[in-house]
């Protein structure tokens, strides 16, 4: 075979192998997360039809100690629902409710945006029409590090969804988590509302964050739904004298 003919003939080849491998290789990169075919939402639970079309469930396995990951993995579960419009999406909204979920679902991401698509006002259905709601089931938070890797597991779930920045919005306990998470990630926080502050961290450099409370003393729950969905979508701060502001000198 004359060396012109050996030159071309490895060159096809050369193509071919590299036309295969192109084909083979996935369209979508592998993901940790396990999506389910149904959320296992209870029987007796009956979310809204409309957002129960929009959401996936799923599992995902997490280190337990990003420190050490010979020490195994945990499974945690992760409810998302997506944005109604998602050609227009802008964003993702995590949540904490800081309080235990019971049940097989982690339900409460469901609930809370059907109470969204209630309120009237333009920035809520912003949020309805525009961001991802996600929840993640919490670790035991009373556990040496577990705030630490809760926050981690928050961090690992971002990357696996591909969004580059979050928003947050967490309640009591919940609270905890994002103020690890924001001083661990700061890069990583479009707006973050904590509600109830509990062992507050100090605040994070260049993290937009709205600190909120409910009293007993005052009609706080309106005021709090007043500027949660104001914040999280356009960043804007209530005025000096709202009254569920928390300046960290309530009863």
């Known amino acids: 075979m004359k060396p012109s003919v050996l030159v071309r003939s490895l060159v096809c080849v050369c193509l071919w192998l590299i036309a295969s491998r192109a084909l083979t290789a996935p369209l979508i990169a592998p993901s940790a997360i396990d999506w389910l075919l149904d959320c296992p939402f209870p029987a007796f639970e009956r979310p809204d039809p409309e957002v129960l079309d929009r959401t996936q469930c799923g599992r995902v396995n997490v280190p337990r100690d990003y420190a050490a990951p010979q020490r195994g ?29 019971k049940g097989q679902g982690t339900t409460f991401a469901v ?6 698509e209630s309120y009237a006002t333009q920035a809520y259905r912003t949020l309805v029409n525009r961001y ?18 809760a926050a981690r597991d928050m961090e690992f779930v971002r990357a696996q969804l591909g ?48 600190l909120l409370k409910e009293s007993a003393r005052a009609v706080a729950a309106g005021c709090v739904k007043r500027w949660v ?13 709202t009254r569920c502001l928390d300046l960290g000198n309530w009863e």
């Open 73 to 101: 993995n945990v499974l945690l579960s992760l409810t998302r629902v997506g944005a109604r419009q998602p050609l227009s999406r802008e964003g993702m909204v995590f949540i904490q409710s800081g309080e235990p979920q």
């Open 111 to 116: 609930h809370l945006v059907s109470r969204w």
């Open 132 to 149: 991802d709601v996600i929840e993640l089931s919490a670790r035991d938070l009373s556990q040496p590090n577990g705030v630490e890797q």
């Open 163 to 210: 969004d580059t920045q979050l928003n947050y919005l967490g309640n009591a306990e919940g609270t905890r988590v994002g103020g690890r998470y924001a001083a661990l990630f700061p890069e990583r926080v479009a707006r973050m509302v904590l509600v109830n502050v509990e062992d507050r961290e100090p605040a994070a450099s260049g993290v937009e964050q709205l």
């Open 229 to 241: 969905g104001d914040f999280l979508v356009s960043g804007t701060q209530p005025p000096p004298s």
